[in-house]
């Protein structure tokens, strides 16, 4: 895929990334390093309440990860923030995840004339279309030809 | 510290954790498993741009690591979400930060009489007193004494 900039930016537009697979030990090692609940590392604990959930951060992380799958790498100067993150259902290892970012809105930058403010609103959807994470992103992204565009 | 009840939630009172000193080497790592963009993870090219900055994902993971510090270990049933993540400045390894919550509103659980929904407003600062990264937390929490609380 050509890398996506600004004028690419299609607001109802769809791109999709993943799926994917949540490997346990992954999921383990970053929830005893970042948020060492008893839900996110002890398989005893956790057994006896639904299993092993991942913590809402490594979710991010994982989002994340997927956005590296889509051509912004050039073209995404800066994330000015998250709204409305919100965990919806429980993620256990091995589940499968799929990114979905729906174009919201886009407008010039007035102090930087070759970029602009491009919202989208990503979803986590697992194997069985549930959505399990979603949240509102708003980027800095650059222009292909600020000359030339509106 | 005593484990930190929705009874002991008082609005507007501040807790603090920290400060936590950012690792080069656990920055760069982390931003290579996940957010691998090259002002986070090349040397050389961020030495052109102000130097190596950590990603938003990062600074959200520091935020939960402090969390922990705070004892809310058995009384944190769920996290519902953020709201208005912001990132104000950058930050780069060796900054040490400090985490700000102060609570902003709690109500009692319809669904669960065992627990209230309570928020916070969290700040990351750092050793100037600059905020470098803010969002609002909402959080599901267990009664010390559900039959005598309001």
Redesign the interface.
Known sequence: MDDIFYEDVSPGAVLRAGPYVIPEQELLDFAA?????PIHVDKDYAARHGGITA???YL??VR??LI?RLPF?RT?VA?????????HRPVHPADALTLELTWRDKRRSKSRPDCGIVSGHCVLVNAAGEMVMS?LDTILMRLRDPERAD
Do not use: N, Q, S, T
């Open positions: 390093a970042w948020d060492p609940l913590p809402g951060i991010l992380a994340m990860r590296h790498r995404v994330g000015f923030g998250f709204d409305e993150v919100r965990f949240h």
